[in-house]
């Protein structure tokens, strides 16, 4: 396999690219697709070391940066990606992992220029990875969908009215207020007794300490005001 570009598609070349995985399979089939795709391939290596010194010598536009690298198979790749942006700013980033490293990319990805996050099963698809780099050589920002997902997910849990029901956050809204069950009802035109068990399935859903009634509903009044 052929490193660099020949003479003749020098010119129509998209970026210089160096691509770090320890896996070899995974970097000549990356190298493979976007040989194809017109980029020049100027580097492949196996850990971080190797990647630092490619870098400094073949000052490549972009660089694909597999995050779980030797020695350690934790997070040299993030290690090292920080160390080129820290010294080498204008390169292009893509990092790729076989999992979804929610907390490990997420302050690298901060800035949102110049940086990208794929998944390794996106890697069989040649054009995800191809799609991203030209965005990322734009200066923009590549996110694959499951950290997306994911994100959305940790929100979620992170939202302790989440599982909460338009209604059931009227009620609380109203509770809060510090309006009766009756007073509740009458302004939500339903019946006392719906608004019990509006708040039943409130305290529920909150997951408060089972004491008595009167304190639960302090408690979810003080969640309710903690979360908006």
Known sequence: MKLTSDSNSAAACLGRVV??????????????????????????????????????RSAPDLAIV??????????????????????????????????????????????????????????IRGTDVVDALARIAEGGSVIDPALVKELVNKHRRADPLGALTPR?????????????????GHQLWISEGAVEKHVRSILG?????????DHRRVLAVLTYLDAT
């Not at 980029?39 to 400094?56: K, M, W």
């Not at 995050?67 to 990092?95: F, H």
């Not at 929610?102 to 110049?114: F, Y």
Request: net charge negative; no cysteine.
């Open 205 to 213: 859903k909150l997951e408060l300490p089972t004491t008595a009634d």
């Open 19 to 56: 691509v770090a995985d320890d896996d070899v399979l995974v970097r000549e089939g990356i190298a493979s697709v976007l040989t194809t795709a017109g980029y020049d391939v100027v580097g492949q290596v196996a850990d971080g070391t190797a990647l630092i010194e490619a870098i400094r």
């Open 168 to 184: 059931e956050r009227e009620v609380l809204a109203l509770v809060a207020e510090g309006r009766s069950n009756s007073a509740i």
């Open 66 to 123: 597999d995050i779980r690298m030797p020695p350690s198979q934790m997070w040299e790749g993030i290690d090292v990606a920080r160390a080129i942006r820290r010294e080498y700013p204008q390169i292009g980033i893509l990092l790729l992992s076989a999992y979804v490293e929610l907390e490990t990319a997420l302050d690298l990805m901060e800035d949102g220029e110049r940086i990208g996050y794929l998944l390794k099963s996106r890697v």
